[in-house]
């Protein structure tokens, strides 16, 4: 198993970052980000916990087609965000075909920079673990791929932050966390049922 962490900071509150985070896509880092479809959200204990399906590209080597991988890879991304300790913590993984040889996961924590206030502190941790019959130079490969696209990440989070603080904030205040969530709650209320049969079509041809 392979180990990787970072941490950084952004130049925003957490209320500011909390609320970028349900906009982060499209922007011009996430052109490999096909579509993000929400499986189930609600408020428990004052937490909103959310469960959303991603579809991405990945570019294949062709050293590496002998494993049978498709470009396409399917994240299931889990999240809870607290408002009243200020954290924000999302997991990822790649479902379907990708489990059967390599698996990927990646922890997020958002929380407010306990030393500024005004800034908020992100801790990334990914781990990837090869099958049995993988070489360890796939496992090393995947790692270094993973660590390009988890800076090109934050590149596109800094992007929909600036975009969102320096434009819209000068013309009226965005909502707050508990509006946002409250928002997104009541909006994901009335789509839930149609997401969840398109995600079950999805996953159904994963498993194909």
């Known amino acids: 198993m392979k180990y990787y962490s970072r941490e950084s900071f952004f ?13 982060r896509y499209p922007n011009s880092y996430s ?3 096909l ?12 937490k909103l916990y959310s469960k959303r399906l991603l579809s991405k590209i990945k570019g294949v080597p062709k050293w590496l087609r002998w494993t049978g991988i498709r470009s396409t890879v399917h994240i299931i991304e889990e999240s809870v965000l607290d408002p009243s300790n200020q954290t ?8 379907g075909y990708l489990k059967e040889w ?3 996961t990646e922890k997020c924590t958002y ?6 206030n005004e800034t908020t502190a992100v801790m990334k941790q990914g781990w990837v673990k090869r099958g049995s019959r993988v070489p360890e130079a796939v496992e090393r490969w995947v790692l ?24 819209e904030l000068s013309v009226s205040p965005l909502p707050t966390v508990r509006e946002k969530a409250s928002e997104i709650v009541n909006r994901s209320k009335e789509a839930t049922e149609r997401v969840k049969m398109k995600t079950a079509e999805k996953l159904s041809g994963v498993k194909h």
Do not use: C
């Open 11 to 23: 130049a925003y509150t957490w209320e500011q970052v909390a609320s970028a985070f349900w906009q």
């Open 31 to 33: 052109k490999h980000v």
């Open 35 to 46: 579509t993000e479809d929400v499986i189930s959200r609600e408020v428990v204990d004052g």
């Open 88 to 95: 924000l913590t999302t997991y990822s993984r790649d479902i």
């Open 102 to 104: 390599m698996s990927v």
């Open 111 to 116: 929380k407010s920079n306990p030393s500024d």
């Open 144 to 167: 270094s791929r993973y660590k390009k696209h988890e800076l090109n990440a934050g590149k596109g989070f800094q992007h929909v932050l600036t975009k969102l603080y320096e434009t």
